[in-house]
């Protein structure tokens, strides 16, 4: 056995988790990488030092989108619009349905990063950063930390999978939440939900043959009425 190698090896591991703690973390760039890329690497078995990487490339992608949006902003002020909360008044929504679950790479994967991205890109002092849900059969919120590793996060939204959409359900969800933290209409965030727009019907009701159906309205009419 060569241990002079395995020696080696370690000074190299130990050399660069100290670059990666570094000013060096700066210069991994994560400009032609999509945020899904770096969440389906780090769900495989990434080594601690590649696990380390992926965690500074998704902080530096953060950094590339911010830095973007700061840009956009910048651009529209300049051109006399008004721009209003950007992105600090935003819940993103993940489809976790079985119809996103096709596809290299999957809807499903897609999803579930961009919403822990967009979540992730508020100041940190707004009320709704790290705040996003999942929704399947079961809405489900989640509110993530700074001190959670990537792979923690991107596993608690994808921790419930279904077949159903039921789209109704976590816009009740979200009607309750803000009437429980009493959230003014004018404070109401936008909703960025990524799906593929297969949602359960919102007014359909069982009913035998010769029984009288309800008159179908759209998903739009339903939210109207509920918000």
């Keep these: 056995r060569d241990w002079s190698s395995d020696v080696c090896s370690s000074d190299l591991r130990g050399n660069l988790m100290e670059m ?22 780090i769900m495989g078995k990434p080594s601690t030092a590649e696990r380390k990487i992926l965690n500074v490339l998704w902080e530096n992608k953060k950094t590339d989108v911010r830095k973007h949006l700061a840009e956009m902003k910048a651009a529209m002020e ?22 996103m679950c096709g596809g290299v790479p999957s ?19 707004s009320p ?31 921790s419930h999978v279904g077949y159903n959409t039921n789209f109704r359900l976590a816009m009740e969800s979200l009607l309750k939440l803000f009437i429980e933290n009493k959230v003014e ?10 799906t593929d727009g297969q949602f359960d019907a919102m007014n359909r009701t069982t009913s035998g043959w010769g029984a009288a159906q309800p008159e179908w309205t759209t998903h739009h009419e339903e939210l109207m009425k509920m918000y």
């Design 107 to 125: 809807a499903y994967e897609v999803a579930a990063a961009l919403t822990l991205m967009t979540a992730e890109l508020p100041e940190p002092d």
């Design 128 to 158: 709704f950063y790290g705040l996003c849900m999942s929704f399947t059969d079961v809405p489900t919120f989640f509110k993530f930390t700074d001190d959670q590793d990537l792979r923690a996060r991107i596993s608690l939204i994808k």
């Design 20 to 41: 990666l703690e570094g000013a060096a973390a700066a210069k991994l760039s994560a400009a032609t990488l999509e945020p899904h890329e770096i969440t389906v690497k």
């Design 78 to 99: 300049a051109d006399g619009k008004e721009v209003e909360k950007m992105m600090s008044y935003i819940i993103p929504m993940a489809d976790m349905s079985g119809s």
């Design 185 to 194: 209409e004018k404070d109401f965030p936008r909703l960025l939900v990524f």
